[in-house]
C-alpha cells in the first residue's frame, strides 16, 4: 500500500492497493474510490471486539475495501477541520488515541478498547477515560483536531495538558489525571476541575483544536429551549 496525504485544514489520505490488499475504515469516511473496490462490512473480529470499538467511540461494524481485480485507489477524509497523521504499527510500536480518532488502516492492524486504569479520576477527568489502542502490524491514519504538535518524553519526563489536548501517545507513555491544585484554581481558573499528565518514555502528540472546546466555545450562541 502506498499513500499520500493532501490538504491543509480538511485533508485526505488516498491509498493506492494492489490487488488483494485491503483497508478496514469505522467510520464511513471513506471519499472517493475507484470502481474494483470491493467492499465488505462486518464485526470483524466477533461481538465482543465491536463492543468494544463502540465503547472507545467507534461503530459497531468495520468497512472492509478490498482491491479486486488489479490494483485500486481508495480515499479517507477528514470530518473536521485538522490533520491526518499516518502510523507504523510493529511489535513494540503501539498506540493509544484519543476517541474517535482512527481513521483507516491496513487490515493487519487492530483496534480495540483502552480504559484508564484508575477508574474514577479518568470518569470524571472526561475524555481521559475511553480511549483507543492500535496494535497489530502495518499502517494506519488518523485523524486530529487541529494543528499537531509532538514531543519526545525522555523517561519520567512529564507533561501537563488539559484532557482534550491529547491526540496520541506511544503505549510506553503513562497517564495520570489530577485534580487542578487550589480551591481558588479551580472555582475561577476558567481552566475546569482536572489536568492530564503524560509521563515518559515515549511520544506524544497533541492537538491544537479540540472538538470539545469548540463546542464549549459556540455552545452560548445556540438559543436554549424551544421557542413557540
Not at 511489535?91 to 478498547?113: D, H, M
Not at 486530529?144 to 510506553?172: K, N, P, R
Not at 491544537?208 to 472546546?213: K, Q
Amino acid at each position: 500500500m502506498k499513500y499520500e496525504i493532501l490538504g491543509d485544514t480538511l485533508p485526505v489520505v488516498i491509498c493506492k492497493l494492489d490487488e488483494g490488499e485491503t483497508m478496514i475504515t469505522e467510520k464511513g469516511s471513506m471519499a472517493w474510490m475507484s470502481p474494483n473496490m470491493q467492499m465488505d462490512t462486518s464485526t470483524n473480529g466477533g461481538f465482543g471486539k465491536a463492543f468494544g470499538r463502540m465503547f472507545s467511540g467507534e461503530s459497531f461494524f468495520q468497512n472492509k475495501y478490498t482491491a479486486n481485480p488489479g490494483s485500486g485507489v481508495i480515499a479517507f477524509a477528514s470530518s473536521f477541520p485538522g490533520s491526518i497523521k499516518a502510523f507504523e504499527v510493529g511489535p513494540n510500536q503501539e498506540y493509544i488515541l484519543q476517541k474517535s480518532a482512527f481513521l483507516a488502516g491496513e487490515s493487519t492492524i487492530q483496534l480495540s478498547v483502552h480504559f484508564h486504569k484508575k477508574f474514577a479520576s479518568g470518569l470524571f477527568g472526561g475524555e481521559g477515560f475511553i480511549l483507543q489502542k492500535i496494535s497489530g502490524s502495518g499502517v494506519f491514519f488518523a485523524e486530529f483536531d487541529g494543528h499537531t504538535v509532538e514531543y519526545d518524553l525522555q523517561a519520567g519526563q512529564q507533561i501537563v495538558i488539559d484532557s482534550g489536548y491529547l491526540a496520541a501517545m506511544s503505549t510506553t507513555c503513562s497517564m495520570d489525571i489530577q485534580t487542578v491544585p487550589g480551591l481558588k484554581n479551580m472555582l475561577f481558573g476558567g481552566e475546569g476541575l482536572f489536568n492530564t499528565v503524560i509521563t515518559g518514555p515515549g511520544h506524544v502528540w497533541l492537538q491544537t483544536m479540540p472538538i470539545s472546546a469548540v463546542a464549549g466555545v459556540l455552545r452560548p450562541y445556540f438559543p436554549s429551549g424551544s421557542s413557540n
